[in-house]
């Protein structure tokens, strides 16, 4: 298998072999379909990103019975936790760092 240094930016939803402005969030070390994986779901958090835009709209339902909104935590969660296994001392730490993944605090 054989991997490559990728830049990641959550915030985007980037992942690029190239080192550019702002996609440095973290740096992740990853084989083509790792990455592939990555960037499902990346797509599945903005599909539920999406949803809940329009939920949102939706004044008699209540924000905290949006399925699209839990959806979209359990992406970022996920790919939080895809670019901890993946990222390099740096990116785990600062991951460590962030608190997202309660099982890394115990």
Partial sequence: MNKKEYYVNIGTREISINHDANNDDFIIEASNEEVMALREVFEEIYNSDVRS?????????????????????????????????????????????????????E
Avoid: C, W
């Fill in 53 to 105: 835009f329009f939920r949102a709209h939706v004044t008699a339902l209540p924000y905290h019975l949006d399925e699209a909104n839990d959806e979209y935590d359990e992406g970022m969660k996920t790919a939080f936790r895809m670019i901890y296994n993946l990222g390099n001392e740096e990116s785990r730490q600062q991951i460590e760092e962030m608190g997202v993944l309660e099982d890394l605090s």
